[in-house]
C-alpha cells in the first residue's frame, strides 16, 4: 500500500466516524430505555404496553426528525463554507445533544431535546461523509473508502448493543447510571470527529469550484501523497468538468436542475436511498429487541441475541469491505441483495404466521431458525445495500449538484427513518408477522427498479460518469430533447 492510499484511508476512517455516531445513537436508545433505572428516573414504570410504545417512537423518531432538518440545513453551509468546517460544526452539535441526553433530569421532554439535537450533528454528517469520501477518494478504491460509512455504522450498533447488555448485567438497576453510561459513550466519536476534522485538508473539487486553485493542488497533492503527472491530469479533470458545468448552465444551479439528465441523476439518487432506507434493516437496528422478542418470545436473552446480530453485522460489512467492494459490480450486488432480502423476509413472515413462539421463553426449532433468517437477511445486507447506499447516492450526481442531490436523497432517507421509527413499534404490536412481509414486498419492488435502472459506477472517476450518463444509454432511457441539452451533453463528451 503506497502512502497516497494509507492517506485516503486515515481520512475515509476519521469523517465515517460520522457513521459510528450513527450507528451508536441508533442502537443505543432502543435498549437504553428498556432498562429499569432509565424508566424509573424518567418516571413511567407504570406506563401500559401503548404508553411505553408511545415512548420507544418518541425516543428514536425524534432523532430523526432533527436529522431530517440537519441533512437540509447542513446543505447551504457546506455549499459557501465548505465540507471541513460543515463537519466540525456537526460534530459539535452531535455532541451537545448526546450530553444533554445523559443528563438525569427526570423529564422525558428534556431527553428528548437532546436527541433531537444530536439528530441535527447526525443528519449533517449523514451529507457531508459521503460528499467528502466521493470527492477525495481515489477512484480505484473509492467504493471501499465509501463502504467505511456503512461499516462503522454497523460498528457502533455493535457497541451500543454490547454496552446496553454490560450495564444489565453488571451495573445496579436501580442507580441512573446503569442507562448514562452506555447514553454518554456516543459522546466520544463525536469529540474525535470533530477533532480529527482540523487535521484534514478541505475537499479538492469544492476548492476548484471555488476558484481555490492553488489550495485544491496542496488537498490533492496531500491526499495522493505526490505531485506528479498523474496527480495533475487528476485536478485538470476536475476543472475541466467544472469549467463544462458552468457554461452549459450559463452559470445558474437553477438552469442545470431543469435539464433531463440532471432530473434523472437526481431520480436515481433518491429512489436508491429510499429503497435502502425500506429494505427494513433499519427498523431491525432501531428494535432489535422487539423484533427478536416477536420471534423467540419474551423470557430469552433477547439483548444477547441483539449483540450477537452487531456482531454479525460488523462481520458481513468487513467481508465486503475488503474482498468484494471493488471486485464487484454496484448493480449486481443491489439487485441480487435485494432478491436475498425479500426471499429471506418472506419465509420469516411465513414461518410466524405457521409456527409462532410459544410466549414462555421455550427455545424451539421454528424460533431458532427465525433467528437465523433474520441473521442472513442482515447479512447480505451490509453485503450490498448497506454499504453501496452511501456511495451510489455521490458518484451518480454531477459536481455542481452533488451537493443538494445528496442533501435531498439523505431528507428522504430521514423521513422515512421517521415514519418506520415511530410506526414500526406498533406493526411489531399490531401486525406481528406481516411487519416482515411488508419490507419483503419493499424489497422485491428494490430488486425490479435495481435490474432495470441502476448504472454502473464501479472504477469510474467521478468526472468519467460525466460521460456516462451523456451516453447513448442514459439517453435511450432519458430523452434529451432540447437543443440547448443535447449542446451540453457534445459539450460534456468533448472534455
Request: proline share 3%; hydrophobic share 45%; glycine share 10%.
Amino acid at each position: 500500500m503506497d502512502k497516497g492510499d494509507t492517506r485516503a484511508y486515515f481520512l475515509g476512517i476519521l469523517v465515517c466516524l460520522g457513521g459510528f455516531m450513527f450507528g451508536y445513537d441508533t442502537g443505543v436508545v432502543g435498549g437504553a430505555i428498556t432498562l429499569h433505572s432509565y424508566r424509573e428516573s424518567f418516571r413511567y414504570l407504570g406506563y401500559n404496553k401503548s404508553q411505553t410504545t408511545q415512548v420507544s417512537s418518541l425516543a428514536v423518531g425524534l432523532q430523526q426528525c432533527g436529522s431530517f432538518v440537519g441533512c437540509f440545513g447542513i446543505f447551504p453551509i457546506a455549499s459557501r463554507w465548505g465540507r471541513k468546517p460543515s463537519m466540525i460544526l456537526s460534530a459539535l452539535v452531535f455532541v451537545i445533544g448526546a450530553a444533554i441526553q445523559t443528563a438525569d433530569t427526570h423529564h422525558l421532554s428534556s431527553f428528548y431535546v437532546g436527541r433531537i439535537i444530536a439528530g441535527l450533528g447526525v443528519g449533517g454528517a449523514s451529507v457531508l461523509v459521503p460528499l467528502y469520501s466521493a470527492e477525495m477518494s481515489p477512484k480505484k478504491i473509492r467504493g471501499r473508502i465509501g463502504s467505511g460509512y456503512q461499516f462503522l455504522f454497523t460498528w457502533g450498533i455493535f457497541v451500543s448493543y454490547w454496552a446496553n447488555y454490560a450495564v444489565d448485567k453488571h451495573v445496579d438497576q436501580n442507580t441512573a447510571r446503569q442507562w448514562q453510561i452506555p447514553i454518554s459513550l456516543q459522546i466520544i466519536p463525536g469529540a474525535l470527529l470533530g477533532i480529527g476534522m482540523f487535521f484534514v485538508p478541505e475537499s479538492a473539487r469544492w476548492l476548484v469550484q471555488k476558484d481555490r486553485h492553488d489550495d485544491a493542488w496542496k488537498s490533492l497533492t496531500w491526499i495522493r501523497a505526490h505531485s506528479g503527472p498523474e496527480v495533475q491530469g487528476e485536478l485538470d479533470e476536475i476543472r475541466a468538468t467544472v469549467v463544462a458545468e458552468r457554461e452549459a448552465s450559463r452559470g445558474s444551479l437553477k438552469v442545470e436542475l431543469k435539464q433531463k439528465v440532471t432530473i434523472y441523476r437526481m431520480l436515481l439518487s433518491f429512489t436508491v436511498m429510499t429503497c435502502q432506507v425500506c429494505t427494513g434493516a433499519n427498523a431491525m437496528a432501531y428494535f432489535s429487541p422487539q423484533f427478536f422478542t416477536l420471534v423467540v418470545g419474551q423470557g430469552t436473552e433477547n439483548l444477547l441475541i441483539s449483540g450477537i446480530f452487531g456482531a454479525i453485522k460488523i462481520v458481513s460489512c468487513g467481508i465486503f469491505i475488503v474482498f468484494l467492494a471493488e471486485r464487484i459490480g454496484r448493480r449486481v450486488a443491489l439487485c441480487g441483495g435485494a432478491i436475498l432480502m425479500s426471499a429471506s423476509l418472506l419465509c420469516i413472515a411465513v414461518v410466524l404466521k405457521l409456527k409462532p413462539p410459544p410466549g414462555n421463553g421455550e427455545v424451539t426449532a421454528p424460533g431458532v431458525a427465525l433467528v437465523a433468517l433474520i441473521y442472513f437477511a442482515i447479512i447480505v445486507y451490509n453485503m450490498s445495500w448497506g454499504p453501496l447506499g452511501w456511495i451510489y447516492i455521490a458518484e451518480v450526481l454531477s459536481p455542481r449538484t452533488r451537493d443538494l442531490g445528496v442533501a435531498i436523497a439523505l431528507g428522504t432517507q430521514w423521513i422515512f427513518n421517521i415514519i418506520w421509527s415511530v410506526a414500526t413499534p406498533y406493526m411489531i404490536n399490531n401486525i406481528g408477522w406481516g411487519t416482515f412481509l411488508f419490507f419483503a414486498a419493499f424489497d422485491a419492488f428494490s430488486a425490479v427498479f435495481s435490474f432495470y435502472f441502476v448504472k454502473e459506477t464501479m472504477g469510474k472517476s467521478l468526472e468519467e460518469m460525466e460521460n456516462e450518463f451523456h451516453s447513448q444509454a442514459a439517453q435511450t432511457r432519458l430523452p434529451v430533447s432540447e437543443d440547448k441539452g443535447q449542446d451540453e451533453c457534445e459539450h460534456v463528451e468533448k472534455n
